[in-house]
């Protein structure tokens, strides 16, 4: 019913208290079982378990800056951007963003919310990021030149 294994992990109840000692292996080293680098432990393979995902302070950086580009160089009322709905949003998401002071906080809260949100695993093009994303950015360059910015549909009307 069952092969032969090359690497068996034991369960062992491990002590626990102040006198407690890790599991040794034969050579006295801390055994792992049966991994040999942590890109064993990867679903991946990948030994530093990065892939194609960028650090959050660079993400941000990078879609701040597909916000003013696109707020300079395209129709300012251009869809999705233009619209009410999405303007509400992206002021409602904002205010909740505001009580964070520094862009180390803003990175951190961004890990948390992208860790969990499918939105920012597409590509960064105005038509599709959506408000959270759009938002993150905003509050990542008031963080940067300490300037506030006024809501929404006053950045792209020009008038923010």
Do not use: K
Not at 29 to 45: E, F
Not at 102 to 108: E, M, P, T, Y
Not at 140 to 152: A, F, K, Q, T
């Amino acid at each position: 019913m069952f092969g032969v294994h090359r690497c068996v992990m034991p369960i062992v109840a491990r002590p626990t208290g102040p006198g407690a000692t890790p599991a040794l292996s034969a050579d006295g080293h801390a055994s792992l079982g049966c991994a040999r680098s942590p890109g064993d432990l990867l679903p991946s393979g990948d030994a530093t378990g990065l892939g194609p995902v960028q650090a959050p302070h660079r993400t941000l950086a990078l879609d701040a800056l597909m916000v003013t580009r696109t707020l300079r160089d395209h129709p300012r009322d251009a869809d999705p951007w233009g619209e009410p709905a999405f303007a509400r949003e992206v002021d409602l998401i904002r205010g909740q963003l505001m009580p964070i002071r520094n862009r180390r906080g803003l990175a951190a809260s961004f890990a948390r919310e992208a860790f969990q949100s499918p939105e920012f695993a597409g590509p960064r093009e105005p038509a599709t990021m959506g408000a959270v994303r759009v938002a993150y950015a905003v509050r990542w360059l008031e963080l940067g030149d300490g300037v506030p910015r006024l809501g929404w549909i006053g950045l792209v009307t020009g008038r923010g």
